[in-house]
C-alpha cells in the first residue's frame, strides 16, 4: 500500500468539507454576539406588568405564579436576579422586568433559520457530538500538517511555507500577550 499524502489530505478535506463551513460561519458569527445574536432573533416584543407584591419575597414560585396571571402560556425555564433588573427566562423568550415596579418587557425569541442551528454545533453538549468533534479537531490537524506537503517545488514548506507558519503562530502568541 502506497502513502500517499494527497489522498489523505483531499479525502479528509472532502469530508469534513460541511462541518469545516459550518463551524467557520457560525464561529464568525459567535465572534460577534456581543453585537447579535447569531443563534435567534427577536420576532416580538410586549410590555406587560407582573403583580410582585413588596411583602412578596422574589422567588421562582412566585414569579411562575405571576407568569401564570398573565394568561400567555409561557413556560418559565429560570430567573436571573441583578441588583436592578430581574430577568426572567421562559420557553421562547425572555422577560426583563423591574423588580420594584414589576413592569418589563416580554421578548419572544425564535431561532435563525441553518445559523441558528450550525451555532448550536458550537454549543451543544451531546456526548456524542464531543467525540464526533474532537475527532473532527483531529482531522483538522491531519489536514492542515498534510497541506503543508502538498506544495512541490521552490514554494513549499521547506523553502518558505515554514515563513508563513511561523507568522500564523507568533500573531495569535501576540495577541494573547495583550489580551492578557
Request: cysteine-free; hydrophobic content about 45%.
Amino acid at each position: 500500500m502506497k502513502f500517499n499524502i494527497r489522498a489523505i489530505h483531499r479525502d479528509f478535506a472532502y469530508f469534513y468539507v460541511g462541518l469545516i463551513i459550518a463551524f467557520s460561519v457560525s464561529g464568525i458569527a459567535l465572534n460577534h454576539r456581543r453585537n447579535w445574536d447569531p443563534m435567534q432573533y427577536k420576532y416580538d416584543s410586549k410590555d406587560i406588568e407582573l403583580d410582585l407584591s413588596e411583602s412578596q419575597e422574589i422567588s421562582e414560585e412566585n414569579i411562575k405564579e405571576a407568569i401564570e396571571s398573565l394568561d400567555m402560556q409561557l413556560e418559565f425555564r429560570g430567573l436571573r436576579k441583578q441588583e436592578e433588573k430581574l430577568t426572567v427566562f421562559v420557553a421562547d423568550g425572555m422577560i426583563t422586568l423591574d423588580p420594584i415596579s414589576g413592569k418589563g418587557k416580554l421578548e419572544l425569541m425564535k431561532r435563525r433559520p441553518v445559523l441558528g442551528n450550525m451555532t448550536l454545533l458550537h454549543k451543544t453538549t451531546d456526548r456524542f457530538w464531543i467525540w464526533y468533534s474532537d475527532i473532527f479537531g483531529i482531522a483538522m490537524l491531519l489536514i492542515t500538517i498534510t497541506g503543508m506537503f502538498i506544495a512541490k517545488g521552490n514554494k513549499n514548506f521547506a523553502t518558505r511555507g515554514w515563513i508563513f507558519a511561523i507568522a500564523g503562530i507568533i500573531f495569535p502568541l501576540v495577541f494573547l500577550l495583550f489580551l492578557s
